[in-house]
């Protein structure tokens, strides 16, 4: 599973435009959090759960963080993203993402 939470901060002095997260509408830090839940991956031979985290300022994508973080996983191992991984198919196959739904088209 992956994903990615945002922690308000406050306004910085300066380079605020970096910070400024419009989905949010604030100034955030971003951290990536990556876990395998099905204790598959056994980097951490006590507890077989990974956890890596990646922290960037507010403005940068999700899977912008992703692809910098350059994680590389097995390829059967599963990952879960959210809406915010779109693309993430093209660098690990195994990856499961919601379907952005079709525009409904109104007919006059």
Same mark, same amino acid.
């Given at each position: ?12 002095? *300066? !380079?605020? /435009? ?9 100034? %955030? ?18 507890? =077989? ?17 992703? *692809?910098?973080? *350059?994680?590389?996983?097995? !390829? ?7 809406? =915010?991984?779109?693309?993430?198919? !093209? ?14 088209? /109104? %007919?006059?």
């Amino acid at each position: 599973m992956v994903d990615v939470s945002e922690q308000e901060i406050e306004r910085p002095q *300066k !380079k605020q /435009k970096s910070c400024y997260s419009g989905k949010q509408g604030y100034h %955030t830090l971003k951290s990536q959090v990556v876990a395998d839940l099905a204790q598959r991956a056994r980097c951490d031979q006590k507890s =077989g759960q990974v956890i890596c985290v990646r922290c960037e300022k507010g403005r940068v994508h999700d899977f912008r963080l992703w *692809k910098e973080s *350059k994680i590389r996983l097995n !390829k059967e191992i599963e990952i879960l993203g959210d809406k =915010g991984y779109q693309g993430i198919q !093209k660098l690990h196959q195994n990856s499961q993402i919601p379907h952005k739904k079709k525009e409904k088209r /109104k %007919t006059k």
